[in-house]
Structure formats: structure tokens, C-alpha cells
């Protein structure tokens, strides 16, 4: 995106130049701006919380608080998402280390 140097509205392009939406202001396109920008093309899968029934949670940090409703087992993995608004607190979601049953619980 590119902003108007002349008023700061949004420019959009316009045959060889950019255009300012609101003022009418031009200026000529630059050739190549892949440069200037950081790409987040490349994630790494280890920043990926998993959530799913079918997530494999071997090796996240353990809960031997919890009580599984399945089996009765109290080991069970754990995972925080925020689940609602930036003012809600996140939910947690619990795997059992036997029956692998999963739950949340809300804060």
C-alpha cells in the first residue's frame, strides 16, 4: 500500500503512476518494491498451537491438577487460545495423557 504524500489518503495504481483517491495527486511507480517489505511466506509449524481432537500433543507442558471425565485420569496436556475478544480471557484446552479425550475450561 502506498500512501499520498500530499494528504495521506490511500493511492492506487493507475496505469504508470499512483494515484491519491481522494486529492487527485500522482507520482510514478517504483520498479520493484520487494525490497522494502518483509515476506512472512516462510512459518515455522512450531509456533502452531493445535487445538483439534486429533492434535498430537506430545511433548506440551502437562496439568496433573485435572480430573479426565472419561477415565478419571488426572495427567493431562494443555494449550491456551484466545478464544474470544482481547478482553475475555483465553480458554484452555485439556488432552487426556490416556484416553486422549479433549476439553475446555474457561477462566
Same mark, same amino acid.
Given at each position: 500500500m502506498q500512501f499520498c504524500d500530499e494528504c495521506g489518503s490511500l493511492m492506487h495504481a493507475q496505469g504508470d503512476e499512483m494515484v491519491c483517491s481522494s486529492c487527485g495527486h500522482g507520482v510514478p511507480k517504483e520498479a520493484d518494491l520487494s525490497e522494502q517489505y518483509v515476506s512472512t511466506d516462510a512459518q515455522d509449524e512450531g509456533d502452531v498451537i493445535e487445538t483439534s481432537e486429533e492434535a498430537n500433543f506430545e511433548g506440551k507442558p502437562t496439568d496433573d491438577?485435572?480430573?479426565?471425565?472419561?477415565?478419571?485420569? &488426572?495427567?493431562?496436556?494443555? &494449550?491456551?487460545k484466545q478464544t474470544g475478544s482481547a478482553d475475555e480471557p483465553p480458554t484452555r484446552f485439556f488432552k487426556c495423557t490416556e484416553c486422549k479425550s479433549v476439553r475446555r475450561a474457561y477462566d
Open positions: 491438577d485435572v480430573s479426565c471425565d472419561e477415565c478419571g485420569n &488426572t495427567t493431562a496436556w494443555y &494449550t491456551i
